[in-house]
Structures are given as structure tokens and as C-alpha cells.
């Protein structure tokens, strides 16, 4: 089925149950659904006119992009992520790149719309999900006349259903292409792996464009509220989870830290939480076992990829804590068990399966797994080789299955869980008329798990000031792909061929770590 069409069961079975809560907005799932059939009869109206499915959504957290998501699905339509943290020509060709057909656009992002109808050839429909707009209708006037049960057809389960960015912040991209069939599998996942039912209240702060709006989907499907932050600020994160008496939340491990940190943190009252999920990058075993002192025994780690979906795997209270309270240290430190519906294997370069203890990559077997790359079939080819999806991951099994992940086999970058590729970085930083050659890694670092390091070699006789090329690189490429911290060396470490050694520069950072990611 779709993934609208359990979320139909829930509004039947919960009608009156809360659905969202978005600042002073409160509804409940017969509202969530009238809307979501509403959005399904206007797009299902655009495409009888000749509108093609590729449906773009600009958008900050906000609780309309779910009943999008929603809509979207019911009309056998796709929706197309963009990440409101890349700059307007990076989601313009990433949008392009995805032959966008309608862009729904938050006001926040009305000054880019232009910008966005310069550069996208296939969109000829631009609605304003908040509020009327010069550049096309607010979402409520464009499906006025809509608001009636939204006939509903037997699905294909192949039909495509989103295509996610896989670069996170970087572009551009290749687009991971899901199903309805992958996109049914992960919400009955997420939905029982992380133990919701009707009555879970869970906080979103993460973009509701990515992982996070996954997650929420999962969640729906039981009759679980969602309560919608713009993003992440401590004080008002702690404060609702009080408020709201919050059972699920989900945070990047950088979020975690700067909760723990916060004064208020203390004093707040987390007797509501069930289920407190850290993803999207890996966490230091440190400061996850600091969470659960804080927090409590509901601490979840989960994995997943934007290939496979989520989880892959996950780890629960009852994998790390002994019956005496104490931590088990080698569950700690792993990723977790592969999940119900997922098959993990560990797979050297031939295409053999490894047995415990031996390190190789992280490859997947699942429902979950995506279609392919659009428009990219050589590149889907290579990353299902020997029947499995190749993570590029590098893991190790234990004899209790658990998988832990040791290293990277790509040439990306994890920071504050956004992935984020030198390849962009060095090419910037190479353009400086100062700059003879750099190489671009990410580091270790407490807060981020990782941070972007730049290592640079300049011409001869040539001065470079680090603070100047960190602005450089945030006024061209933003914040996050920014380094935090630039050193200059005499020579770059170079093969006898003259190609830059970047494993050496890393291994100069990674040396004395238990892992490299």
C-alpha cells in the first residue's frame, strides 16, 4: 500500500486523535486527513492537465510539508527534497537535476522563487504553501474547490514515490529513487522498531525534508502526534518536551551534545520519554552513555542511508544495559542489530561474505533499499554489484550481531549529520590566486563527530590569512561545507606520480582513534 493509505487507516481508527501541533496550530487526524485528500485532488487536477509528477517541496519545518508528503503519495505523484541549508543555485540544480514539475515554496523562501524560474525548465507551478505570493496562489486557494474524499486507486508498488538527494548539503547530487513498496516497508519499520503506538508524542526539530519527515511518516501510520520546532534551540526543545509530555524524539548526535549542555537540562522533567533516537552521524560512546545517565534507559542509535532508508539498524536499551544497570562497552560502541525486515552482511572487495570479527563493507538486503540513481544506471549498477547495496560503509559483525562501524570508504565528510563531499571545497579553495593545492578532510571533533579541515599549499612567496579563505569559502558555499580550521603546509603529500596523497593527510588527524568516521 501507500504510505497515505495507513495514514488513512489511522485517521479512520484515531479521528480525533492529535495529528500535529505547530505553534498555535493543534489538529487532529480527521483535519490532517481532509487536507491530505484535498492536496490529492488538486494535484490529481494539475496532472489531468498535463503537469508532470515531480513534485518539489522549498520549504522550512513547518506541519504542511508532512500533509504534502501525504498528498503527494495519495496521488501517485513524487515529492522531491531539497535542503533548506544548501544555497538557492545548489537546490536550482538539484531541482533541475530532478526535471521539477510543481514547486510548493514556504514564504520564507519567496525572495529565491525567482532565481528558481530562471533556472527550472519543466516547472510551470509554483504554489505558496503559508500565504498568498506575486510568484503563484497560496497552497489553501489553489485547492479550494478540492475538498472532498480523494478517490483512491489500486497502487503499483513501484511507482516512484520521492527521490531524495543523496549529497545531503553538497550538490550536485545523485538522487536516490524510492517506491511506494520502499517507502510502505520503512514506515512499517520505523513504526515498530521504535516501539510507537496511538498514544506517542513526538518532537521533530530535524528538517522535515529529510530523515526527520521519514521518521514522521512511520510515526503517523500508528495515530502518533508530531509537535513541529523551526529548528533546533535548546531552551524551547527541553521546554516541549515538558509541555507536550514528549515519548519520541529524534536528534543528530551534535543536538544531543548541545542538550546536555544547556543549564536547563538539569532541572527539566524527561519522565515522558519512550524513545530518544540519535542518528545521522555516529555518536562518541562517551557522550551516548552521558545521555542515558541524563535522559534515562530510552536512548536508541539508529542507521540507515539514503540509498536504504531507515533504520538499517538499531540499538536499544536492552542491547547496551545489563541487568545490573551497567553498560555492556561493546554494544556501546557498535551501530546496532541489523533491523526485522533488513538483511546486513559484511563483503570484501570479491563479493564474499565475511564472518564475525573480520572487517569489509556494510552491504544491504531490503525492501527498503531504492530503485536505483536517477538517470544514473551506471552508477546504480556499481552500488548493487553482487546482489547487495554496498554502503561504502567499512563494518565489522560480532558474534551477537551487532555491527560496528569503523571507517568510510567514500571520500565524504559526516559533520553534525550532513554529508558533506571535499570535492566542491578543494575546487573553491584551489581557486585562490594564493593557493598552489589542498586537500580537504574531516577531522575529529567532539561537538561535530567530525569538522571540515582544510590543508593548503600555497605558491611561492604567497601569504593566505585562514580567517579569509573560511569567510571565502562561507560566502560561496555556506556554513556548513565552511572549514573550522585551515593549516598551511610547505608540501601536500604527493605519490611518485604527483597525485595528492589525501589517506596520509587524513591518517595524520584519524591515528589514535578506534574508528575513522
Known sequence: MRI?????????QYPANLAFVDGDTRMDFAQAQKTVHAIANALTREKQAGTGPHVAIYSPNDYRVTLLHLGINLADMAWLSVHIKNTVETNAEVLEYFDADVVFFHSHFESSVPQLKARLSKARLYVCIDRASEHGPSMEE?????????????ENPETVSFLQPTGGTTGPSKGAVHTHRTLEMMGLAVSTEFDVTAESRHLVIAPLTHAAGLIVLGLAVRGCATIVLPGFDAEAVLGTIEKERVTHLFLPPTAVYALMAHPRSKTTDFSSLKCFIVGAAPIAPEKFKEAVRMFGPVMYEGFGQTETLIPILVKRPSDYLRSDGSFDEDAVRAAGKPVRVVRVGIMDAEGKLLPAGERGEIVVRSSMTMQGYYKKPEDTAAASTFGWHHTSDVGVVDERGFVTIVDRMKDMIVSGGFNIFPVEIEKLIQGHPAVLDCIVVGVPDEKWGEAVKAVVQLKPE??????????LCKDQLGSVKAPKTVEFWDTLPRSAVGK???KDVRAKFWGDQWRAV
Open 4 to 12: 497515505a493509505d495507513y495514514f488513512d487507516g489511522a485517521a479512520a
Open 142 to 154: 489553489w485547492m479550494a474547490d478540492c475538498w472532498r474524499p480523494f478517490r483512491n486507486e489500486q
Open 462 to 471: 604567497q601569504t593566505l590569512d585562514e580567517a579569509e579563505l573560511i569567510a
Open 500 to 502: 595528492l596523497l589525501k
